[in-house]
């Protein structure tokens, strides 16, 4: 026989037939205390024996008539393989299939002789769930055939009475209580965890909307950017990088060697630096316009050569105006003469002294203008001076 368990603070209850049993039928039941006596019995329908014994643990006595309770030989196997030996023992006891059986079994005893039980597995699983929904915690469940101490195989008397001694016969240590028949326990984190899920799926959503938002406007500003480098410079033939060829674009423009031509302001402003270094901080205006730039001075800061700039080949002509330290002992006026640039005059090595504090003469403004020639040569370009003093500065072509 099987080593009993001492029974101490615990729930036990005994159910009519499971076809016959309802929400209100009212169910037999003994609470066992600490010392193992029967503190309380009586008997109440499913949730008012959970009311009553809140979280305490039950265990279910089934009615005769559910349960069928043989005594079968098993062979001497393995530990591991003792649950199939109790199995193939049993088909051929039972005609139906073993798999819609709830079956227990009790060890094997040393003449090879064990108790073995079973019962439907959908009435069994649906009174465990209706035990559950009513608040109770179901341990095992038993057949009614085993509290004795010596089981009987034939049907007993149901449990009713409070002074029966069946109510404080230990346990066999096995039940039909298999594991896979629970029902499923409703977690009390199983709201927190429901909030918690559909707060991440909103925050998922939110997110993947955003990110769909900053690549629509990172699509719009690359757009806008293309668009922007492909005005400012036209020339490009296709845009992968717009922030890198912009800059590139800027920088070869700085220093003039992009895709820009030599006949745009830029190209020619830098020309007219380096040829007209006297315009520095006096230009009153400029004006670009048929590859060509004009820019007219202030008045005082004209270049001292009034001479017209005709060509950066052709001659060049200064007009030398009338001078009060020219005229003759006669006091006659001096007629303006024009000299050439190719023309080589040196004043006498004495006079030298007097030279370097007189005006300037026609000499030096002729060398002057011919040094500005020289420059636009050297840069490929021509100056020419019109006759209101502005100054155009054009390219040669080649």
Known sequence: MDKRNPVKNILRIALPPLAEWADSTRLAYVWIDRQGRVARAGELA??????????????????????????????????????????????GLILGDLDTLAIGHSKRAADGTAIAAWTPRDPLRDAWQRLSAAGLSVQAFYPLQLWSETPVLDQPEPLRSDDDPRWLTPNPGWSLAAPQLAPRQRSRWRATLGWIAGAMAIWIVGLNLYAAQLKHETQQLKDRMERDVRDAFPDIPVILDPVRQAQQGRDALRTGQGGTTGTDLLSLARIAAHVLPFAADAVDLFVYQNNALTLTLHDGNQDPDDATLVSTTGPVNTVRPSNPGDRGQSGARNTPRATSANTDKRQPSSTTAAASSAPTTATDRVADTAAILQRASALGARVERDDKGAWRITRVEP
Do not use: K, S
């Open 46 to 91: 499913a949730a008012e024996i959970a009311g009553a014994f809140h979280a305490a643990r039950a265990q279910v006595v089934l009615h005769p008539h559910d349960v069928i309770v043989a005594m079968i030989n098993v062979p001497a196997v393995p530990a591991n393989r003792y649950a199939a030996a109790v199995r193939g023992t049993l088909e």
